[in-house]
């Protein structure tokens, strides 16, 4: 069965940093590309971010490109994101999902996801 | 980026009726040279995370009931219960993957009438 277990969510101050991580078991972890998608009332669901299974290529939102680097450690099973310079606008349920075999975002498993809130 | 637009905002169906949400795109996400629409459909139950329920616009996820049921082609799709059950209250999503961004509709809500 897979697994994908977000934690790092917290409250923080606009201008700060946060990372994030994800930690998967029940699948092979580094033949698939994973996600962070992001969610808040206002604007539903948002993809963020995506890295292919060996780390080589990633690709990024426009809202978060230059503050937030995805990476993954695949002898750990791990996914991460490091979110810099943080605003109230990330303030959001963060959620990391695995890539199907067919199409890389095709989210054919997620997280329980993470809580970012960003505030003073 | 590509706008998806669903519709209704939300429906309320009777127990053993039909429920038909519509997901139109702003731009065609068929690539031509395979024939597949690149459009998927995800549940998201309250307090959960999304859940796939179809992809390339109408193939259903393993598990799935197959009284979901996905539909259409270029830029209209529709998502079809065809007997809502009382588990399948819920907002349902659309999100296309034919370009970067990704992007996913406002979502449906289903209800029981």
């Known amino acids: 069965e897979v697994q994908l277990v977000e934690s790092g969510g917290d409250l923080v101050q606009p201008g700060g940093s946060l990372r994030l991580s994800c930690a998967a078991s029940g699948f092979s972890f580094s033949s698939y590309a994973m996600s962070w998608v992001r969610q808040t009332p206002g604007k539903g669901l948002e993809w963020v971010s995506t890295i292919s299974a060996s780390g080589g290529s990633t690709y990024y939102a426009d809202s978060v490109k230059g503050r937030f680097t995805i990476s993954r450690d695949n002898s750990k099973n791990t996914l991460y994101l490091q979110m810099n310079s943080l605003r109230a606008e990330d303030t959001a349920i963060y959620y990391c999902?695995?890539?199907?075999?067919?199409?890389?975002?095709?989210?054919?498993?997620w997280g329980q996801g993470t809580l970012v809130t960003v505030s003073s | 980026d590509i706008v998806m637009t669903q519709s209704p905002d939300s429906l309320a169906v009777s127990l053993g009726e039909r429920a038909t949400i519509t997901c139109k795109s702003s731009?065609?996400?068929?690539?031509?040279?395979?024939?597949?629409?690149?459009l998927t459909w995800y549940q998201q139950k309250p307090g959960q995370p999304p859940k796939l329920l179809i992809y390339w616009a109408s193939t259903r996820e393993s598990g799935v009931p197959d009284r979901f049921s996905g539909s259409g082609s270029g830029t209209d799709f529709t998502l079809t219960i065809s007997s809502l059950q009382a588990e399948d209250v819920a907002v349902y999503y659309c999100q296309q993957y034919y370009t970067t961004p990704p992007t996913f509709g406002q979502g449906t809500k289903v209800e029981i009438k």
């Open positions: 731009q065609s996400v068929l690539y031509s040279s395979n024939n597949k629409n690149y």
């Open positions: 999902a695995k890539g199907s075999g067919s199409h890389m975002r095709i989210f054919d498993d």
